[in-house]
Each structure stands twice: as C-alpha cells, then as structure tokens.
C-alpha cells in the first residue's frame, strides 16, 4: 500500500495512485483512513490533461465522497488525470461521521474563496487549493454538494456558456445561474477554469450518492467532457433567485404552531416544496413581531423585494403571488447561518428552458 504522505503542497496530503485495498470497504471507512485535508491524483489514460473534483468543502455533505469511494473502488481508468480535493476531513470525521456543516465557530469554507482573506485555517485551506488549482491547470473543476433538506439534484454556476452546460448535463438538469457573490469555489470561473457546483440532492435522500457516483463516472471516463456532443438533455435554467435571510437579531423555528415570541417559525413540510411552487394561499409559517424585523429578501442587486413576495395575516405567513422555492432547508443552523431558501417568480422563468 502507498500510505498517504504530506507533500510540497502544504496543507494537502498528497496520495497518487491508492491501490484498491487502502480504500477501506465504504466512504465512511475512507474517511477514517485519511489525515486531514486530502488531494488524491489518479492517473489517467492521457496525463497532458486533467480534471478536478472538490467535495466535502462542507463536512455533512457526503454524496461527493461515497462517489468517489465507488470510482475507486471499481478501479475506473480515468481519460484524463483525475484530481479529487477533499478538505474538511477532520470536521467529518467527528462521530458519528459527516454531521457537522463545519466545525463549530470555523468559517463556512465555501464562503472563502475570493477576497478579502483573512488568517482563518479555512482561508489559508481554501488559498492553498486555488493555488494548487493553479499550478495543475485541470480543463474543469466541479465541486460536489449535497443540500441540507430533501431535494431534487440542481447545479449552481455564476458563468454560462456551452462549457459549464456541458458539465451540468453529466449530472442533472436544473441548472440555477446567479450573480450573487457570497465567495464560494465557483466564482473561479470567471478567472480560471470552468467550475460548476453540484447539488447532489439531500443527505437523506436515496438517490443522491447514486446521482453523483453516475455523473462522476462520466466525468471521469469522457473523452470531452467540455461540449454538448455526450447529452441531448434539455437544461432548465434558473437565474438569480433571491434569498430569503433572516435579520441579524431574529430566530427561526420549525414546527406546526408559532415557537417563538420574536421570530419565525417555518412549517416543517415547506422542505416539500423544493423546486416546486407556491400560491399566495400556501401557509408557509408564522410571524411574531414586524415582517421587517424578522426577515428580509434583497435581489442580487442588494435590493430590497420582501414586501413584494411576502405578506402576515394574523401573525401566519404568506406569499403575496407564486412562487418556486429550492434550497429549502429545515435546519435552522443553516438557516441562521445561510439563508432559509432561495425564491424566483413563478411565472419569471416560463419558457426559459432550452433543448439543447
Ligand atoms: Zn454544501
């Protein structure tokens, strides 16, 4: 067995080519074998080319690296030099496995990948990988999620061309394109290299670690991954949803009365309504105090739109037309932290998807 060694790229331990019984039997067993933050290279048939997979960049997000564990396991001969970068081990690893978003008190490390840096062990992690990223100069990078509450599969991509298409194609069709800049590892591709993030579906949904094991397979073994020419899929494009936050100061709940005396609490099955819509008759949750101080929902522009989308009636919580929902989440840490979902018009995207 070729044991995992630290190398010259710093805070990545550099493991090429791990032969088949190092891998342990499931991606659990995988995780517990590796020591820190981890860059695994397989070569492939032609090594003047490669490609980049990132996962676990949140540690509770584990569709990415049971992928990864299953293309390896059945010893699939990459077209190309693969290079997978798994950052958050130690976080996942906390028992019982993959429970933590990040560890608490540390930066979202999907949130550090432009400027301003700071000194934080998640900033220096995610400088390391760019420069790494960097020097290998890979055709594509994609990095693999997994949503917090059930959901179908979705793409995230801050650049559109037929390229970053073609890379969601391999793995789902919905494809959300936004102007937000909140950091993540994405927003590299407008500098450097095509780089799509996938949204495998949830943690606790079946058919995410298959979803993302087949998508990889194809990412792995196509000879071009980068052109149309390996889906005719038609692509259903989403752009620039809004995000419904809280107000610093505010809390949330989930439940099927009010729990709180100032905040929100959200019903429970709103995660139902992923990729799904809306009426202004849909009871979403309940209100304690002003809309204003509990919520708001600024466009990517910063603009401010909640009145426009919600309204209370006695104290229970509506939308004011229809809507589509995704990235509902039930967990009221994201929800504190990220946001509670993201939200488009209903009628704002009719027609927009394309055959492609
Ligand atoms: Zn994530």
């Known amino acids: 067995m070729e044991s995992a060694s630290t190398s010259d790229f710093g805070g990545f331990h550099h493991w090429k080519n791990p032969d088949h019984q190092s891998i342990g039997k499931t991606a659990l067993e995988y995780l517990q074998k590796l020591s820190g933050p981890t ?5 492939g048939k032609d090594p003047s080319r490669a490609r980049a997979v990132v996962t676990l960049l949140h540690d509770n997000e ?21 290079h997978y970068f798994i950052p958050s081990v130690d976080a996942a690893k906390q028992a019982p496995g ?14 550090c990948f432009t400027p301003p840096y700071s000194e934080s062990e998640q900033d220096r992690l995610a400088q390391e990988l760019l420069r790494i990223l960097t020097a290998l100069a890979p055709e594509c ?18 650049f559109m061309d037929e390229r970053h298409d073609a890379l969601v194609s391999l793995f789902t069709r919905r494809m959300i394109v936004t102007d937000l800049k909140l950091g993540s590892l994405m927003e590299i591709s407008e500098s450097m290299m095509p780089t799509v993030t996938i949204e495998c579906g949830g943690v606790q949904d079946p058919e995410s ?6 998508g990889l397979n194809k990412y792995t073994t196509y000879e071009n991954v980068l052109t149309l020419s390996h889906t005719d899929m038609s692509l259903e494009f ?11 100061g505010s809390d949330i709940a989930y439940g099927d009365h009010c729990l709180l005396e100032n905040g929100v609490t959200l019903l429970p099955e709103i995660e139902h309504f992923n990729f799904g819509f809306v009426s202004p008759e849909t009871r979403l949750g309940f209100i304690s105090g002003e809309l204003r101080d509990c919520l708001r929902a600024n466009d990517p522009k910063g603009k401010e739109k909640l009145l426009d989308y919600f309204r209370t009636v006695d104290g229970e919580l509506y939308p004011t037309r229809r809507l589509k929902l995704f990235m509902v989440t039930t967990n009221p840490e994201i929800a504190r932290k990220d946001c509670l979902f993201y939200l488009l018009e209903a009628d704002a995207n009719s027609g927009a998807s394309v055959i492609l």
Not at 73 to 82: N, S
Not at 209 to 214: I, M, S, V, W
Request: hydrophobic share 40%; aromatic share 6%; glycine share 2%.
């Open 62 to 82: 584990p569709s990415g690296l049971h992928a990864i564990h299953e293309v390896l396991k059945h010893r699939v001969e990459p077209a190309v030099d693969i």
């Open 141 to 158: 990078v994609i990095d693999i999620h997994n949503t917090s509450s059930s959901s179908p599969p979705f793409e995230v991509t801050t």
């Open 238 to 248: 989403f752009y620039n949803p809004i995000r419904l936050e809280l107000v610093e």
């Open 39 to 43: 860059h695994i290279h397989i070569s």
């Open 98 to 111: 993959f429970i933590y978003r990040m560890l608490p008190h540390h930066k979202d490390l999907n949130r």
């Open 209 to 214: 670690n298959l979803l993302a094991t087949e």
